[in-house]
């Protein structure tokens, strides 16, 4: 083995039948570098994401072809080795042509349905920078997990949206909360069809050969994989500058027919909402804003993909809905600014994303947040299984359970009301202070509404968040019957 000199503490793997090492200086055998782990051991998912670097940017450079579903790209990966290591992991599903690991040629394996396992030339150093380039294609709509894809083909393109995983489907990623990093997504399509993704555009959409156009969006905030998304297709892309300046970017699919001018009335009051919240919730976090309102034949549901929340077109069935606006914009600070370490911590981001909700419907004189609560507490008998998922713990298959929002909104409400509303409205733009652009915990959060009320708040989130069971709340539960 190598020898190398190590510091006091350092790491040391002594090899069997050597003599002890002196305690400072010592010349002990080199640690081998290891595999890098092929998750980051989530408590939910614990093999999303891999272990032994730590990625800074993604420049993900693509090819789609509507008709066929064939997406071709190079995606370029700027990391720092955070351990030595022989080898590493990234999530990925396509079929990989090749990786190049500071332009040497890498060896790629598939392990288990999304790892793919990276051999470079030579080991790893920790700390080394690196650049990790990796060509592939494929066809991610029929390239199917446990039967489902996070990709979906529509009429007139596609859209990847999804949590908790989604980039699986077009990029390689270290894909988890835990390492955001910024993006450069880039997609040549045919001319006439449009590309909308996180951020700005740092150039105008440019022509290419064969009667084609490549889309450029950049995102310069740090971005946790699952709220990078793309939406390719029909679209009518509406820009605007927000109050505080910034770019708006909102785009609106064009076969929503009569859903069209709802959906208009909602996602193009998105700069007016997010002035709203950043006044209960502190400066916006981000470089862009907007909102994109997905086609009749996309997704069933709403994400708060930053900068850029998707819409599906059910919010517009009864008319303009403001209130799915402000959850996703809400997200942008409880979720995607300060995210989530653990999936199992999913009440931070919905249960504050819903309570936002209560907030503008207060403001908008429609019924306070304290209504909001007894109306939400009754609707759901003592006995319904809804009390029986803890939201600090409503296990893999729940994260999007009701409990998750509704008593997660709850639980914000009946801190307000343990802590009152003086501490309440300091503790919501402290938080997003304390964490921006980065993760949090259910424990931090306690500490932190802790400190800012001076009360112990331990049987407090216990009860809301961990136990299963109504809890008692005079009054309401009296309403409640
Ligand atoms: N975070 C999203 C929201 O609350 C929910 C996404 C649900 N995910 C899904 N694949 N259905 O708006
Ligand atoms: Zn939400």
Known sequence: AALTVTTAGGLVAGAPGQAAPPALGRLVPAAAPQPGGPGLGDSYFPDYGNGGYDVQHYDVRLRYDPATDLLTGTTTILARATEDLSRFNLDFLLDVES?????????ATREGVHELAVTPRRAITAGRQLTIVVRYSGVPSETLVGGYTGWTRTADGAMVVNEPESAWWWYPSNDHPQDKATFDVSVS???????????????????????????SWRTTSPTATYLSFLAIGQYDIVTDTAPNGQPVVNAYSAGLGE????????????AEVVEWCSGIFGPYPFEAQGGVAGPVDGIGFALETQTRPVYGPGFWRRGANTYVVVHEQAHQWFGNSVSLA???????????ASYAEWLWSEEQ?????????????????????????PPGAPGPGRIFDAAVYDRGAMTVHQLRLAIGDEAFFALLPAWTAAHRHGNATTAQFQALAERISGLDLDDFFTTWLLTPGRPDVPGAARKAG
Not at 380 to 388: E, K, L, M, S, V
């Open 342 to 352: 653990d999936w199992s911590d999913i009440w931070l981001n919905e249960g504050f």
């Open 99 to 107: 990786v190049r690991v500071d332009g040497w040629q890498a060896t």
């Open 259 to 270: 859903l069209g001018p709802a959906a208009r009335a909602s996602i193009g009051r998105t």
């Open 189 to 215: 399509v045919p001319t006439g069809v449009e590309v909308i993704s996180n951020g700005v555009q740092p150039r105008p959409p440019l022509a290419e050969a064969g009667n084609r156009t490549r889309w």
């Open 365 to 389: 004189g429609e019924g306070t947040a304290q209504e909001l609560f007894d109306f939400t507490y009754a609707s759901y008998p003592a006995d319904a299984g809804f009390w029986q998922v």
